[in-house]
C-alpha cells in the first residue's frame, strides 16, 4: 500500500492546483499549436493527451506544452452540435474537448516523422495571436502517463470551479 500511495503522490494525485487569472506566464504569442477535436465523456480525452505525448519523442519536452479546453455539450447552440458531433454520436456525447500542444520550437513539427504521425492522428495546426490580455491557467506536473490520467481528472473541476466562482462574483 505504501507504494501505491507514493507512486499516486509522484503522478500528482494529491499535488495542490493552484488556479490564477490574469497576464499568461507564458510566452506563447504566435506560436504554432497543433490540436485534434474529440468529443465524447469527460475521461475520453485523456487518451488525446497521452496521444499527444507519445507522438512527441521525449527529449522534446521542454519543446512544447499540452493543453486542453473542454465544452459541455449541453452549453452549446445547435449549429455548432452539428458542426463538431456526428449524429450518430450526438446521444453519447457529453464534452466537446481540443487537445493538443503549444510548440516551442517549430522544427518540431517539421520533423518528417512526427509531421506524418500527427497528420495521421488527424491533428490541426493554428497560429497563436500576438498577445492576450487575461488568460485563466494552473500547472499540474507531467511525470508520466498516470499523471496524464490523474490532471485530466483533477484540473478541469479545479479550474471550472474557479471560473463558476469568480464570474459570480464578477457580473
Known amino acids: 500500500i505504501l ?13 495542490r492546483i493552484d488556479i490564477s487569472c490574469g497576464q499568461s506566464p507564458y510566452q506563447y504569442g504566435n506560436r504554432t499549436v497543433v490540436y485534434r477535436i474529440d468529443y465524447g465523456k469527460y475521461s475520453d480525452s485523456s487518451t488525446l493527451f497521452t496521444e499527444i505525448c507519445s507522438i512527441f519523442p521525449t ?12 465544452i459541455e455539450r449541453d452549453q452549446m447552440n445547435e449549429m455548432d452540435l452539428n ?3 456526428p449524429p450518430e454520436r450526438l446521444d453519447s456525447c457529453e464534452w466537446i474537448f481540443m487537445i493538443g500542444a503549444i510548440i516551442n520550437d517549430d522544427s518540431i513539427i517539421r520533423h518528417p516523422f512526427i509531421r506524418s504521425m500527427l497528420m495521421e ?10 498577445q492576450v490580455d487575461r488568460v485563466v491557467f494552473t500547472k499540474f506536473p507531467y511525470r508520466g502517463i498516470m499523471s496524464v490520467v490523474i490532471g485530466s481528472r483533477r484540473v478541469y473541476s479545479a479550474i471550472d470551479s474557479f471560473v463558476q466562482v469568480w464570474f459570480l462574483f464578477h457580473r
Not at 5 to 13: I, P, R, S, T
Not at 59 to 70: H, L, N, P, Q, V
Open 59 to 70: 527529449d522534446f519536452r521542454k519543446k512544447y506544452s499540452t493543453f486542453g479546453i473542454y
Open 121 to 130: 492522428k488527424g491533428y490541426r495546426y493554428a497560429q497563436l495571436p500576438e
Open 83 to 85: 458542426r463538431f458531433i
Open 3 to 15: 507504494t501505491i500511495l507514493f507512486a499516486l503522490n509522484y503522478f500528482g494525485l494529491f499535488d
